[in-house]
C-alpha cells in the first residue's frame, strides 16, 4: 500500500526540464511551422505531462521517442489538437466577407470561363465557423450565387476541430454575432443554448486535414480564386511565415486573392502578391 502510494506520488511530480522542452519546441516547429515562445512553457508542459500519463510514460525521454517513431502518427496528432489553439465564431472579421461578394467576386469571375467554379479554401478552419460563414455570406448577399457553381475547401491541422466542423454542432457564443433572421433559416436549435447547422450548407464544406507546413499534404490543395487564411501566420516565425506564403502563392490561380487577419501583413513577409486597397478590405493578390 505504501508503494503505490509513493508511486502515485511520482507520477504527479513529472518535470519537462529546460532541455527536453527545446527538444520539443524544436521538433514540433520543423513539423508544424509553429514554434511556442518562452512565455508559453507551461501550457506546453501541461498538455506534454498530460499526454505522459494518458499514454503512460514516466519519462518525457520515454514519452517524446514514443511519439516520434510511433509508424500511424496517431500521437503527435492527439498533440497537435491540443496545442492549438481554436478561437473562432460566425461572421468574425465581416468586413471581408463584405468585400468577397462587394469586390473580389466580379474580378475572379471576370478571368473565368462562362461555367468554370470558383473555389474558396478556409485555412485554418477550426471548428467550420469561417468556411460555413463564407458559404451563408454567399447565399444571402452574392446576387450571382445561382448562376455560379462555388466550392469550398476547408482545412486544419486539429483532426477533432474537423470532426466538430463537420457535425455542424454550435454554441450560443460562437452563434452570437449572426443575425437573428440568419439563425432562425438555416440552425435548428437544440438543448443548452447549442444550434445545429442545416444538412445542405454542412454538405456545401469539403474539410480536409491539411499541414501547411507540409509539403505532401499542400501539393493537391491548387487552383482556388480566394483564400482565406486568418490569424494563423501570427504562430509562425519569419521563415515558416515565407514557407507559408509561398504554399498559398503556389494553390492560388494567377489574379486570385489572399485575406489575412487584421493585424497581419504579406507586404512584411514577401514581395509575391500585390497589396490591393478595396473598398472594405485591404487583401493581397496573386498577380495575373
Known amino acids: 500500500m505504501g508503494h503505490s502510494g509513493v508511486a502515485r506520488e511520482s507520477a504527479s511530480d ?3 526540464t529546460d532541455a527536453e522542452f527545446e527538444r ?29 500519463r494518458q499514454t503512460g510514460h514516466e519519462s518525457f525521454r520515454e514519452y517524446f521517442a514514443f511519439m516520434r517513431f510511433q509508424a500511424s502518427g496517431e500521437e503527435f496528432q492527439e498533440l497537435v489538437n491540443l496545442m492549438t489553439v481554436n478561437e473562432t465564431y460566425f461572421f468574425r472579421e465581416e468586413y471581408q466577407l463584405k468585400c468577397m461578394v462587394n469586390a473580389l467576386l466580379a474580378e475572379v469571375l471576370h478571368h473565368k470561363r462562362t461555367g468554370e467554379t470558383v473555389r474558396i ?16 455570406y454567399l447565399l444571402e448577399f452574392w446576387d450571382r450565387i445561382d448562376e455560379v457553381d462555388v466550392e469550398i475547401v476547408a482545412s486544419d491541422i486539429d483532426t477533432q476541430a474537423l470532426e466538430k466542423a463537420r457535425a455542424g454542432v454550435f454554441s450560443r457564443r460562437s452563434v452570437s454575432h449572426l443575425p437573428r433572421w440568419i439563425l432562425e433559416k438555416y440552425f435548428e436549435p437544440l438543448a443548452g443554448g447549442y444550434h445545429r ?3 445542405d450548407l454542412r454538405a456545401s464544406v469539403d474539410f480536409r486535414r491539411v499541414n501547411l507546413c507540409d509539403p505532401k499534404d499542400t501539393r493537391g490543395m491548387r487552383d482556388f480564386d480566394i483564400i482565406f487564411c486568418r490569424n494563423l501566420l501570427i504562430y509562425f516565425d ?16 494567377p489574379g486570385g486573392f489572399v485575406l489575412l487577419g487584421h493585424s497581419e501583413s504579406m507586404s512584411r513577409i514577401t514581395s509575391l502578391f500585390k497589396v490591393r486597397r478595396f473598398e472594405d478590405a485591404i487583401v493581397y493578390q496573386k498577380p495575373l
Open 24 to 52: 520539443f519546441r524544436d521538433y514540433f516547429y520543423r513539423k508544424t511551422g509553429i514554434r511556442f515562445e518562452d512565455s508559453k512553457r507551461y501550457f506546453v508542459d501541461k498538455r506534454l505531462i498530460q499526454r505522459m
Open 197 to 199: 447547422l442545416c444538412d
Open 238 to 253: 519569419d521563415a515558416s511565415q515565407r514557407r507559408a506564403a509561398e504554399t498559398l502563392y503556389d494553390a492560388l490561380n
Open 14 to 16: 513529472v518535470r519537462i
Open 121 to 136: 479554401w478556409s485555412v485554418p478552419c477550426s471548428t467550420g465557423e469561417e468556411p460555413y460563414s463564407i458559404a451563408l
